[in-house]
């Protein structure tokens, strides 16, 4: 799945709120304390175990007390969860934000922002009850989740320290690394945030996806893509190219190697002009995927005709 840019206008809007929060919070220095986000917001997190009946039902009869669409509908909640496979949501009347306790705990972090961010985007109220959730079309509901997804980056992130912070380093996946131990974030949050906010003027993608080598092993090989994050440079001139022809050419240059560093190559794009331009590719190897970092290099010197 390829990222969606947003518009400046909500961009902006949701820069206020975070800065608001930050200034709240005293400017303090990364990484940013969530629980610290939580007193100052008010807000009550819960943790409920997907496939778990018993929790589900003890989780459920919690929140019909208050949750009015509850009341009408007991088992509503559980279905729009289930529904829609959420790892995570926020509740309104409760000011609660409930996390699916099966997901990985490092993947936490990002999800509770990510709700939290639901809860200060003013807009986003009206959709936030089961029921409206229902009546979303798809498309709307990716702009919803890719503004909440915004908000949370620019939280985790301090908005502007990590851009700076990004620009005084290489560009590579070594400082990707260095960048998440700093604020306290996952290497694939920070990897997306790197490509779209750091880099925006220059083409550049990066795939999280299963190892090039072990496609076989994926839960669905036709899909072997999670997610393709595209700067809005490579977005413009580049943007005919597809996450699975970005994923093909990885193979050239990955080793079989299972985690750490597995292989740098360079890789030539077609833009939307019908001009050749290299890129040098990197990618890392972890537990769950591989990340890869493409950074625009040059164009490809054509034969000039006599
Ligand atoms: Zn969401």
Redesign the pocket.
């Known amino acids: 799945m390829k990222n969606l840019l947003l518009g400046e206008y909500e961009k902006r809007d949701i820069q206020v709120q975070v800065t608001k929060v930050l200034r709240g919070l005293g400017n303090p220095s990364p990484p940013l304390k969530l629980e610290d986000v939580r007193a100052l917001l008010d807000l009550d997190v819960r943790y409920y175990r997907s496939g778990d009946d018993s929790a589900v039902q003890e989780f459920v009869s919690k929140v019909r007390i208050g949750l009015k669409q509850i009341v009408i509908r007991p088992t509503l909640l559980w279905d729009v969860i289930k529904r829609a496979e959420?790892s995570?949501?926020?509740v309104p009347d409760r000011r609660r934000i409930l996390v699916d306790a099966n997901e990985p705990l490092l993947k936490h972090r990002w999800f509770e922002t990510?709700?939290t961010?639901?809860s200060l985007i003013p807009w986003?109220q009206q959709f936030?009850l089961g029921d409206t959730l229902k009546e979303l079309s798809p498309s709307c509901?990716e702009v919803?989740?890719s503004e909440?997804?915004y908000g949370a980056g620019q939280l985790l992130f301090f908005q502007e320290l990590f851009v700076t912070m990004a620009r005084s380093l290489p560009v590579s996946l070594e400082s990707i690394r260095l960048i998440a131990k700093h604020f306290g974030n996952t290497i694939t949050s920070t990897l997306w945030r790197y490509v779209e906010e750091v880099w925006a003027d220059t083409p550049v993608v990066a795939l999280t996806s299963v190892h090039p080598h072990y496609l076989a092993q994926a839960e669905d090989p036709m899909q072997p893509c999670q997610r393709c994050i595209e700067s809005p440079a490579f977005k413009q001139q580049f943007g005919g190219v597809g996450e699975n022809d970005i994923f093909a050419r990885l193979q050239s240059y990955c080793t079989y190697g299972k985690r750490g560093p597995i292989g740098t190559g360079e890789i030539i794009f077609t833009d939307v002009n019908g001009d050749s331009h290299y890129f040098c590719f990197e990618s890392f190897a972890t537990k769950y995927h591989v990340q890869t970092l493409g950074v625009y290099s040059r164009k490809l010197a054509t034969a000039v005709g006599f």
Do not use: R, T
């Open positions: 959420l995570a949501l926020w990510h709700e961010l639901h986003h936030m509901l919803i989740e909440a997804n």
